[in-house]
């Protein structure tokens, strides 16, 4: 059974930086693709970035493009998200996801529907 754990949520300041982090546990022989989504208190949850499995291609929320950085760590199913210059409107609780199926374009990148396996999440809090 496949775990995704995150950690290195808190509460900062406007203009600082966290760096989250996300494991995911067990194999599957084509790797996963890694994102980051996240949900504010009474909004939909919403994609933040992504990054391929095999490739260092990543993909970002416009939105949140130049702030944000999606990375993958030395073991194959790690995953960080730098976020820098941070915002109260980047309170959130941020959820990170496991796919182990295939994708093909920016929208199943995108899509919470196309990952199989999701971390609890963690409460990222950011007073002004």
């Known amino acids: 059974q496949v775990q995704v754990v995150e950690s290195g949520g808190g509460l900062v300041q406007a203009g600082d930086s966290l760096r989250l982090s996300c494991t995911a546990s067990?194999?599957?022989?084509?790797?996963?693709?890694m994102g980051w989504f996240r949900q504010a208190p009474g909004k939909e949850r919403e994609f933040v970035a992504s990054i391929n499995r095999n490739d260092p291609r990543t993909f970002y929320n416009d939105s949140l493009k130049g702030r944000f950085t999606i990375s993958r760590g030395n073991a194959k199913n790690t995953a960080y998200l730098q976020m820098n210059s941070l915002k109260p409107e980047d309170t959130a609780v941020y959820y990170c996801?496991?796919?182990?199926?295939?994708?093909?374009?920016?929208?199943?990148?995108?899509?919470?529907?196309?990952?199989?396996?999701w971390g609890q999440g963690t409460q990222v809090t950011v007073s002004s």
């Open positions: 067990g194999y599957h022989y084509m790797g996963y693709v």
């Open positions: 996801a496991a796919g182990a199926g295939r994708f093909y374009n920016l929208n199943d990148f995108m899509d919470a529907r196309e990952y199989d396996h």
